[in-house]
Every structure is written in C-alpha cells, then in structure tokens.
C-alpha cells in the first residue's frame, strides 16, 4: 500500500481530502496532515511517504519551498499541486522543480482520484524501471551473442544465396542450418501517460519488453527441441522474432509464430503499458530466405496498424484480402476520379456499383469488405479536407474505425456504410450549395436566443458547432451584414427593453439578466444602440 502526506494551512480542506478520496479504493494510506510547509517537512523526514499533496500559500515554508526542500531530499519525489484559481500561476513554478501534476480548488473527488491513479501508474513504472535498471547492470554481453546479432542483421538487410552462408560460420557461432525460418515483426508505442519520461527512462522499458519476448520465446521452445529462436532489437520501436525449425515442419513452425506474437504483445500491455502490435511473415526454406519472410512480416505489420482491428496480422492474411480488393480496384479508382472532380452524382453511383458488387457471393469476407471500405472512407476524408479545410468533417477517422466493428454481417456493414456515404455526399452538397452555411448562421443565432443572459464566447460556438472560429466569423458576417459582438448586443438590448417595460425589474438587475455583468456598460451600450437610457424604458 502507498502511502501520501497532505499539506494545507485550512483544516476543514485536509478533512474533506481525508474523508472524501477513495484512498482504500486508491490502495493508498494517509500517512500524516500537516498546516504548513515546515511541519510537513520534519513529517515528511520522519514518515519518508510514497507522494505528497500540497497547497501553495501557507504560512511559514510555502508549498513552492517545500517543493524544492523536498527535491532535494528525493529528486523523484511524486508531488501534487492543490491550489486556488489565483495561485495556480505562482504553482507553476513547480514544473521547474519537477511537479507536472496540478489541481484546482475545488477539485471534485472523481478528479483527485484520477490524478491520484495517474501518479501511481508512473510510480508503478519508475520501480519497475529501477529493477531493470538494476537487471540491465548485471547484464554482460558476450562476444558471441555480439556476433550472432550480427549476422541476423545481415540475413534481414542483404540478399544472400543459399551457398554464400558457410557451415563453418554457423557451427563457430553455435547456430543450425534450419530447414525453415520465419520472422515476426513487433511495433511498440509509447501510451500517452510515458510522454513525460525522458529518453533513458524509454530505453529501459524497450528493455523490459525485450526480456518479456526472450522469456516467453524460452518457454514456447522448451515444448519443440527441433525449434531455435532468437529476439532481434532492431530499432527504436521494432523487435523482430527469428524463428527457425531444423525439421520440414513448416506448419508448426508458423503456429509458434503465431503463438509468440499473441502473448509478447498481450504481456508487454498488461505489464509495461507498452501498445504492441505484430506482423508474421511467411515460413520459408533456408536462412538465405529469412530476409523474404522478415519484408512479409513488415507488410503485414503496415496493414494491422491500417486496419487497427487486431493485435497480431499474418501476412497470408494481407495476400489474401489484397486479391479480394484487387477485384475492386478499377471501380475505387473511379470512385476517386469522380470525387476529386467533384463529381458527386458519379460518385453516388461508383458507390451502388461498388456496393453490388460487395454484396455478390464469393467477394470477399467481412475483414475483406471492411479493408476496402476503410479505403473509400480515407478517401472521402482526403476530398472533404481538401474541399471544406475549414469545417471539421461529418465523421472522423477514429469515429469510423470504431463505428464499422460493431456492424457482425455483411449485409448490416454495407447498409451502415450506404447511410454513411449518402450522409457525406449530401453533406457536401449543402457545402458547395451554401446551405449549411445558412443553417450554421441559424444555429448560431438560436445559440444566442437560448444563452444570451450568459457569458457568450464565440469560440465556444464554433466548438459547439464543430467548425473553425474563423471561418464561422466570416460566414456570420457575410450572411447577417454585421459582425457577430453587434448582433449579440442589439438582440441582449431588445430583450432587455422588453423586460424594462414590463416595469418588474430594475435597471441593474435587466443588465444581468440579459448577460451584462457592469450596468454602467449596460446603460452605455443600451443608450448607443436606442439613443435613450433605460430608465426611459422602465414603467414601474
């Protein structure tokens, strides 16, 4: 269990923290309170917690000075900020030191427990980069296994014939002239909660999945003797997995492949937070053919990250949906040609050819007709980017990749993708035809109608609205002949005159009900738009 040290000069605020967070939930116990920088100090020397969470402005030692107090001490020390709206500012000073977690009084609980999660998770990968470190020290390497690398990264980047290598290399490096070989490709990336670790922190976790693979291909291969195996730490995000059977078993030896690929990349998810994926080559004869299944095993590992549906890709796989779509490609090229002339009703039609031929028995899988479909969504993304670069389109790519694995049968993927294409196309043509321009400036308008009393920002509109700032002032002001501050302070001062003569309001109290904040400005505006003062209005 962790343990965390609060630090703030106001009672009731440690009290809530105290009795509020999920700290049983978090596994994490408070191991003192203290009301000031220099208590916290002498309990922090004597407590030694896991984490410390503290205010800014207190009394005495600050939370800025306990911060660098408390580096000095422990240079990896996790710290939290918990400071007020007008301290946060001052709080910054903390990066300097090495605090990048901050909150913001008053934080709701979910948020504390969630930053709380966050430092646990990087605590939990700071100790298991310190017992890599520590394993990584003891870590010899020999001259033999320098050389062996060698030549594996030969036979992936040079073309040999079968007769260039020699018995004699191969018995001086300890290595079987395999019948069989194959190679796997993994792809790391880092997951967004590593960002902040530093270059030499990246290289120790590439180490731990590097044991993670030898581990689990020393296991794999204790139940096949005829099986040899070796992992290649190719570069700064990819490993490759050698593979070789001194037998003619050519099927075993790719369901060990396959085998491999699935649990290395489950285990270095599930322990190092690392996203892996995996791309098999094909099994082939003779070492002077490995670098042909390593090149297979990087296609295949560029479709799964293309298709982004599994974590381990088999290069048969990608053949065999390259022929399904090789069917289709004369009609996706029209497809292309006829959205990049923006020619939409031939558009509309290449799409029914190509969705009737989708449909046709023995066109393909479901997987199949889901690759080709990805490609004609990129495609409508590249032409609605190119034609509209200022509003956002009608659905993201990571929309549609989520979106297409929930439709389980042909017929219902075609039908949702049939809506989809048809909602793009109309979508485009209320573009180019101007219509949607009118039905933003409506939208707008309506935004204003139900929020006026409100603090209005603009750009918060065009958030709301899905569409760049810019690009929504032009369009508002080319459509109302006015920009839209003086649309907003004519429609805020007619509700405001309806409410004056209604006689039961005062003058300072319309001025906020029609989202003036200052009545001064209020009556200055209200006079420069009407010519009169609101109490000219006002009937009581």
């Not at 992936?156 to 290598?165: D, P, S």
């Not at 109309?426 to 935004?447: A, D, I, M």
Request: proline share 4%; net charge negative.
């Amino acid at each position: 269990m962790r343990s965390i040290l609060l630090v703030d000069d106001e009672p009731h605020i440690l009290n809530a923290l105290s009795q509020h967070v999920g700290w049983t939930k978090l596994n994490i116990r408070i191991a003192g309170m203290a009301k000031d920088g220099n208590e916290a100090y002498v309990m922090y020397k004597e407590l030694k917690p896991d984490l410390v969470m503290t205010d800014v402005y207190m009394p005495g030692m600050n939370g800025i000075e306990l911060v660098q107090t408390l580096r000095k001490e422990d240079p990896k020390l996790p710290i939290i900020i918990l400071s007020g709206f007008e301290e946060f500012e001052n709080a910054r000073q903390a990066m300097r030191w090495g605090v990048f977690h901050f909150l913001l009084k008053p934080a709701g609980v979910s948020e504390i427990e969630s930053v709380l999660d966050e430092v646990l998770q990087e605590l939990d990968v700071l100790e298991q980069k310190q017992r890599l470190e520590a394993h990584y020290k003891v870590e010899i390497g020999r001259m033999l296994p320098y050389l062996r690398e060698k030549l594996f990264y030969e036979l992936l980047t040079t073309r040999y014939h079968k007769n260039e290598i020699s018995e004699e290399r191969l018995d001086y490096l300890g290595l079987p002239n395999p019948q069989e070989v194959a190679a796997v490709s993994l792809r790391m990336t880092r997951p967004s909660f590593l960002t902040k670790l530093k270059e030499r922190d990246w290289q120790l976790l590439k180490f731990g999945a590097d044991n993670i693979a030898r581990e689990l291909l020393e296991e794999e291969l204790k139940l096949f003797p005829s099986v040899l195996g070796h992992v290649l730490n190719y570069s700064d995000s990819l490993f490759v997995l050698l593979l070789f059977h001194t037998e003619a078993e050519q099927e075993e030896l790719y369901r060990i492949c396959e085998q491999l690929a699935q649990k290395i990349t489950e285990k270095m998810t599930t322990y190092l937070k690392i996203e892996a994926i995996a791309g098999i080559g094909s099994v082939k004869h003779g070492l002077h053919e490995l670098m042909d299944s390593y090149l297979e095993s990087r296609e295949a590992l560029e479709a799964a990250e293309f298709q982004g549906t599994s974590q381990v890709y088999p290069y048969r796989d990608w053949v065999r949906l390259q022929s399904s779509a090789d069917g289709f490609a004369p009609l996706l090229k029209q497809w292309n040609e006829a959205l990049s002339g923006k020619d939409l009703d031939k558009a509309r039609q290449q799409w029914v050819l190509l969705r009737t031929q989708m449909q046709q028995e023995g066109s393909g899988s479901l997987t199949d007709v889901q690759t080709i479909c990805v490609g004609l969504f990129s495609s409508m993304i590249f032409y609605w980017n190119d034609q509209f670069p200022l509003i956002g389109p009608p659905r993201t790519m990571s929309q549609f990749l989520q979106q297409i694995q929930q439709h389980y049968s042909l017929k219902e993927l075609l039908s949702w993708i049939d809506e989809l294409v048809e909602e793009w196309l109309q979508s485009s043509v209320q573009e180019l035809s101007g219509r949607k321009s009118n039905r933003l400036v409506e939208s707008v308008k309506q935004y204003v109608e139900q929020h006026y009393s409100e603090d209005i920002s603009f750009a918060c509109i065009a958030k709301e609205l899905f569409v760049h700032p810019k690009y929504l002032s032009q369009l508002f002001k080319r459509v109302t002949g006015s920009n839209f501050v003086h649309y907003l302070n004519h429609y805020r001062i007619h509700r405001a005159i309806d409410y004056l003569q209604s006689g039961q309001h005062m003058v300072y109290e319309v001025s906020e009900m029609v989202g003036f904040k200052n009545p001064t400005y209020f009556s200055q505006v209200f006079k420069m738009i009407t010519g009169k003062s609101p109490s000219d209005f006002f009937h009581p």
